[in-house]
């Protein structure tokens, strides 16, 4: 007869029963960690795309039965590519985790911090009495993701542009507040990045446009729309021409000629600019040759480069090719780059220009006075000349500030044995000044508008025989 106790004082297998234990508590530590990959962002441990949109949800329903306002920040850090172009994706990978700390350091705990992918960051902000409340959050935000941060033995320049929708006005769903932030977070792209934008009605129209008008842009490069207009650089000093700035211009069909300033973030922005800056090199270079053969002699010609150029195509190459085939010397070529380009590319930026005086071509300094650069960065770089921005010169000579403003650069780069050129001269009374202050060169409407090359030919002709 078997009782109960005959199963109950069986001897226990521990070996077996530790195996057992084992693996269930793997398994369950297998389930989490699978669980935690499904919400959180592998890279910064952040709440990913699929828990945010949770959690946006959960947001908005909270808001309505409270009757609360609440606001979706979209943070995209500025020129992203560029960093992983130039430094390596380890560099990249370094910098969305320095940048998600950043943020999630400056939030409240009950805020939601997620990151979208690539370089976007969604933050969830409840419980605001007002968009003041929104405004003070973001100027934080663009504040501390402003700076130098160090990527290995390399520093680079940081910064983000903020798209800001707020519950209920610009959305009572979460799908609606998710596109307008997003249309908000591009519109702060186009105003210069490193700042932030609320949603506008009127943006989405805007978007739709924009499209638009990158298509048209991509259709008026293949149907060769494009055009080069130059605007004649002054010796101040001598009353002479030194040179000419090639500047780009769309021969539209139906509107006629655009300027630049409509349409030249479109192209940086969508990529076309580095075939477009191909097409512009070798156009330059041909029009030098048919000049010099035309009598011109000694034309210098300088072209803007953006920063994406330097990361996507060999600008050396480029300009060796071009040079080679229009039979032309590189010293009849100059480059004109900003601040911003300077500062956000340092080594890549550094070795290239380096490498473009070698081939005599000259570097100009756009902007200055306007972005990020500095003494330091004057006495370090490969650069001939300085430009001042129109903003300064326009002033002259009745806002003092602007004056001294000048007076400060143009003891900054006789120091340095660097040559100033002033954009935007209209008047006699500017030119006056300019040159009291110590400005070698200036351009702008007092000599002459920018012009086609052809009638840049005559221009320059004339002011040979004025002089001669």
Known sequence: EVGAIDFITKPIKWAVLKHRVKSVVAKVIAERKVKLLAYRDSLTGLPNRLLFADRLEQAVVRSERSRTSMALMLVDIDDFKLVNDSFGHDAGDKLIKAVGQLISRSLRRADTIARLGGDEFAVIIEGIESPDDAISIADNLTTILEHNVRLDDQETYTSASIGIAVYPDDGKDARTLLKNADTAMYRAKEKGRHCFQFYKPEMSVNAMERLELENSLKAAFENDEFVIHYLPVIDIHKNEVAGVEALLRWQHPDKGMIHPADFINVIEDCGLIVAVGEWQVQSVCKQIKVWQEAGLEN??????????????????????????????????????????????????????????????????????????????????????????????????????????????????????????????????????????????????????????????????????????
């Not at 902007?367 to 490969?382: I, Q, R, V």
């Not at 780069?413 to 009374?429: D, F, Q």
Request: aromatic share 8%; charged share 25%.
């Open 299 to 468: 034309q210098n010609v300088s072209i803007n480069l953006a920063p994406r150029q330097f990361k996507e195509h060999d600008l050396v190459a480029l300009f060796q090719q071009a040079i080679a085939e229009n039979g032309i010397s590189g010293e009849s070529l100059s480059v004109e780059i900003t601040e911003r380009t300077l500062i956000e590319n340092i080594g890549e930026v550094e070795t290239t220009l380096n490498k473009l005086r070698e081939l005599g071509v000259r570097v100009l300094l756009d902007d200055f006075g306007t972005g990020y650069a500095s003494l330091a960065y004057l006495k370090e770089f490969p650069v001939d000349i300085v430009k001042i921005d129109r903003a300064f010169v326009a002033g002259i000579p009745d806002n003092h500030e602007d004056a001294a403003i000048i007076d400060a650069i143009a003891g900054l780069t006789r120091g340095l044995k660097l040559s100033l050129l002033a954009e935007g001269v209209e008047n006699e009374r500017q030119l006056d000044v300019l040159k009291g202050l110590g400005c070698q060169y200036g351009q702008g409407y007092y000599w002459s508008k920018p012009l086609p090359g052809n009638e840049y030919e005559q221009f320059y002709m004339n002011q040979i025989y004025n002089i001669g």
